[in-house]
């Protein structure tokens, strides 16, 4: 069974910043890695992901602040979170897809979720 654990969220004061950690219990090495957030109320969102050859994409929300990287010796995703805002508070997920070389914002094309983390940023 495939899991996908993730780690490191936490609260924080806006400005701060957090790094999301999530292990898969697959070989990453060229799958398609993703983080996506849900926020109270809201749907969920693609906030940045990574292809099977290291391109990635972010959410406009988010550039230049969040950096999404992979470790693939130790199945690794990782987020480094920079100049946190309020509006970043929600529920973070990792997920994973097949590989490919493109990276991909579609949620339906990944098979695999973990969990969750909550990152909380306060004003």
């Known amino acids: 069974q495939v899991q996908l654990v993730e780690s490191g969220g936490g609260s924080v004061q806006a400005g701060g910043s957090l790094r999301l950690s999530c292990v898969a219990s697959?070989?990453?090495?060229?799958?398609?890695m993703g983080w996506f957030r849900q926020a109270p109320g809201k749907e969920r969102e693609g906030v940045a992901v990574?292809?099977?050859?290291?391109?990635?994409r972010y959410a406009d929300s988010v550039k230049g602040r969040f950096t999404i990287s992979k470790d693939n010796a130790k199945n690794t995703l990782y987020l480094q979170m920079g100049s946190l805002k309020p509006e970043d508070t929600a529920m973070y997920y990792c997920?994973?897809?097949?590989?490919?070389?493109?990276?991909?914002?579609?949620?339906?094309?990944?098979?695999?979720w973990g969990q969750g983390t909550q990152v909380t940023v306060s004003s």
């Open positions: 997920a994973a897809a097949p590989p490919a070389r493109q990276p991909t914002m579609t949620q339906e094309d990944y098979g695999y």
């Open positions: 697959i070989n990453i090495y060229r799958a398609r």
């Open positions: 990574i292809g099977g050859f290291g391109d990635t």
